[in-house]
């Protein structure tokens, strides 16, 4: 679903360390090579693309500008060529700031936990295997177009209550916030006004008659104060939830099955040793970590030694922390047994990711039956793996053989 | 020096990763936000010390104390 035709004037990058741009092909395609050189130059490095953007390059300094709210906003959580006016509301918590941010994460963490997550986990078991079922036969499949997409996408309308079949309605709308936005402000626009007319329909339908989905929950949240949300926060939420919950989802099951088809012997040993799974798990997210998030500087500081102006925003890349030799010994590599493992897949500090329980039980559930099924498969030698683009990175074509 | 050891959760620090409460369930416990603690007065029962310092080198917000009482 990459849509590189959008972007024509972003040209090609020919110094890494002066004039960044995480929308270039070659990032795309492979990025830590990129992130090495970055790295070895500087803690934080600049461009002026984007009308200005700083990128921390070790895990030290992603950790201090994480948990440094006081100079870093998190009011815009996407690098883009635009700085279009900040809306309140935008999808809170994420896109908040203490001290607002708080309350506006409590309410949604309850629906999170691992407890909850557990009673999830039957219905993602069956849906994974009800995709499964719709291509196994053929000994073939996109495996990004067929499975590791409709495995977040179904699990989060389950959980909001809303058609499991609405699904490529979403995948759509995230294309376009996402990938798209970065350089079309038309399409974010049209995308945000599509998904709010959908979810006022819903909320408007369980005002007549309330549901025990996660909506309806949102529908009864009190602040606070004991007030409860206006219709503009829950909104906002529902957006987050939409927006964060699939393509980020969907990336990392990719990213792992990209791996296994590429590495038949960590394949054997989680086979041989199920016991693991939770633990390859989290070196998968470590080494694959799809989620790269952004702040907006707002008040003048120092990073390791590097200068922060105000105006320029912050491309944090998690991704690339998780990659540093300093923090993680042989960090290119997956170890899949590691036993430290201090990964920021999911953030440092106040924004660490609402929904990471459920990612990672998706991932368990989602690799665990897949390899119960399809033991033996690798990528199709005819066929061509496609990474997103920009802030969420995993495979969007990946055609396996078995 | 028993070489008892006991783990304590900063609640400042805890962001709810919940690494601690899957690798060292018998250690910690949740809150309803799926914050952690350590269970009942952080005391290690003998054996499970491995998981404790499992849990501390897992912890991505360095929240986790292990400590010899």
């Not at chain 1, 070895?40 to 950790?63: I, K, N, Q, W």
């Not at chain 1, 041989?272 to 500087?297: F, G, H, N, W």
Request: net charge negative; charged share 25%; proline share 8%.
């Amino acid at each position: 679903m990459s849509d590189t035709s959008t972007m024509p004037e972003h040209p090609p990058v020919a110094d890494w360390i002066r004039d960044f741009d995480h929308t270039d092909p070659s990032w795309t395609e492979n990025p830590f090579p990129i992130w090495e050189q970055m790295r070895a130059a500087s803690p934080v490095v600049h461009t002026d693309r984007f009308l200005g953007c700083y990128m921390p390059t070790t895990y030290e300094a992603v950790r201090k500008i994480a948990h440094d709210t006081e100079h870093f906003s998190s009011r815009r959580v996407i690098v883009r060529d635009e700085r279009p006016e900040v809306t309140r509301n935008a999808a809170p918590p994420i896109t908040s700031d203490p001290p607002y941010h708080k309350p506006a994460k409590q309410l949604l963490l309850p629906p999170f936990t691992p407890d909850a997550m557990k009673k999830l986990e039957p219905r993602v078991r069956a849906i994974c295997n009800e995709l499964i079922d719709e291509f196994i036969a053929d000994g073939r499949c996109d495996a990004a177009a067929r499975y590791t997409k409709y495995v977040p996408v179904r699990t989060i309308a389950h959980m909001l209550g809303i058609p499991e079949q609405d699904g490529d309605l979403f995948i759509q709308w995230i294309h376009m916030i996402l990938e798209l936005s970065i350089t079309n402000e038309a399409a974010l626009m049209q995308a945000v006004q599509e998904m709010t007319a959908y979810f006022t329909g819903h909320i408007e339908a369980r005002k007549v008659k309330p549901t025990d989905d996660l909506i309806s929950t949102l529908m009864n949240a009190k602040d606070k104060d004991g007030q409860p949300l206006d219709d503009g926060h829950v909104m906002g939420s529902l957006r987050l939830l939409l927006i964060a919950g699939i393509d980020t989802t969907w990336s990392a099951i990719g990213s792992c099955l990209w791996h296994l088809a590429n590495h038949p012997a960590d394949r054997a040993r989680l086979i041989a040793d199920p016991k693991l799974m939770p633990i390859a798990v989290e070196e998968l997210l470590r080494a694959y970590s799809p989620v790269t998030m952004a702040r907006e500087v707002v008040k003048e500081t120092v990073v390791e030694g590097c200068p922060m102006k105000p105006g320029n925003m912050v491309l944090l890349s998690f991704p690339a922390a998780n990659r540093d030799p300093a923090v993680f010994p042989d960090a290119d590599k997956v170890v899949l047994d590691r036993k430290e493992n201090r990964h920021a897949a999911f953030g440092l500090g106040i924004h660490r990711c609402v929904g990471s329980n459920l990612a990672r039980m998706e991932m368990t559930v989602a690799l665990e039956e897949w390899l119960k099924r399809i033991p033996e498969f690798r990528l199709d030698p005819a066929g061509e793996v496609k990474w997103s683009q920009g802030t969420v990175r995993g495979p969007r074509q990946l055609p396996l053989l078995f | 020096m028993s070489g008892q050891l006991k783990v304590r959760v900063d609640p400042d620090k805890c962001q709810g990763h919940a690494r601690c409460k899957a690798l060292a369930p018998e250690l910690f416990d949740l809150d309803e936000y799926g914050n952690a603690h350590e269970a009942g007065d952080g005391t290690v029962p003998p054996g499970l010390e491995d998981k404790a310092y499992l849990a501390k080198a897992n912890c991505p917000e360095i929240a986790i104390e292990v400590t010899e009482v």
